[in-house]
């Protein structure tokens, strides 16, 4: 099961920042998801709300603001503490940042149709020029948005970010022609993923903490999860790797204990 950061590693670092996917980066992650919103000057940057007051302490709306003045903002506030001043970054900041990254989950946050369709243009434009038809997928809850996308370049993946019962999630995502389907994790059933996996959807759960739950949506045959907590899930789940290899084979224990004993 793929295990992506969320915002980055939103429970180690600040969350939507460059530190923190630099931090879950150094730990081998190198699948994350983390959310977009339009800058003043027509820029998709790093930031959950539609606005700066939680994270930066800033009043206002991101559209009030441009990359530059964004990235200079301090985005500490309300999230994991660090210890060194960090902004708000561009997505273009975080592509030139790494060249290895397996995959990203780009979600786009609800705003207004006008700045949505400018939106919609600059990411086509971002994963046509790097291509990145293979390693991101812009996910969102507003259909409207995923039509859009899909209607400029049916190359681009999509995903459905859900975390409503109706209408059903796997056919209003088979509806949008979507590739994934993002759901919060406590909707999740083995006849949702069982469906989705028929109609050759990607099943990501968000936001799961505790492994207790990701060892259930392991059964049921989830894809990935999105967790806050990215390194210390990664090294769970490659402790219990390295267990399964180093650990005798039942039968060969009792072969080896039920043998003659020597001779006197």
């Not at 503490?81 to 397996?102: A, C, H, R, Y």
């Amino acid at each position: 099961m793929i295990v992506y950061g969320h915002r980055g590693a939103k429970g180690e670092a600040p969350e939507n920042t460059l530190p923190g996917f630099r931090h879950a980066y150094r730990q081998g992650i190198r699948h994350f998801e983390l959310d977009l919103v339009l800058s003043k000057d027509g820029k998709p940057v790093l930031v959950h709300d539609l606005t700066t007051d939680r994270t930066t302490g800033r009043k206002g709306s991101v559209s009030q603001y441009t990359a530059a003045e964004l990235a200079g903002m301090d985005a500490r506030r309300n999230t994991s503490s660090w210890p060194v001043k960090t902004g708000i970054p561009s997505l273009e900041d975080l592509l030139n940042q790494f060249d290895d990254l397996e995959h990203l989950q780009l979600e786009v946050k609800k705003d207004s149709r006008i700045r949505l369709n400018v939106l919609c243009n600059r990411l086509t434009e971002i994963i046509q020029h790097r291509n990145l038809y293979q390693t991101a997928a812009v996910t969102s809850t507003d259909a409207w948005f995923l039509k859009e996308i899909h209607r400029r370049d049916k190359r681009i993946r999509t995903g459905l970010v859900t975390e409503r019962r109706f209408p059903k999630p796997v056919g209003l995502a088979g509806r949008l022609n979507c590739d994934y389907l993002c759901i919060n994790w406590k909707l999740c059933s083995p006849a949702l993923v069982d469906d989705a996996r028929r109609r050759g959807m990607h099943v990501s759960c968000w936001t799961v903490n505790r492994i207790q739950d990701m060892l259930r949506l392991e059964a049921m045959g989830v894809d990935s999860i999105i967790t806050d907590y990215p390194t210390s899930t990664r090294i769970f789940f490659d402790n219990r790797a390295k267990s399964a290899l180093v650990l005798p084979d039942r039968e060969e224990n009792t072969s080896a204990g039920s043998g003659a004993l020597p001779a006197s």
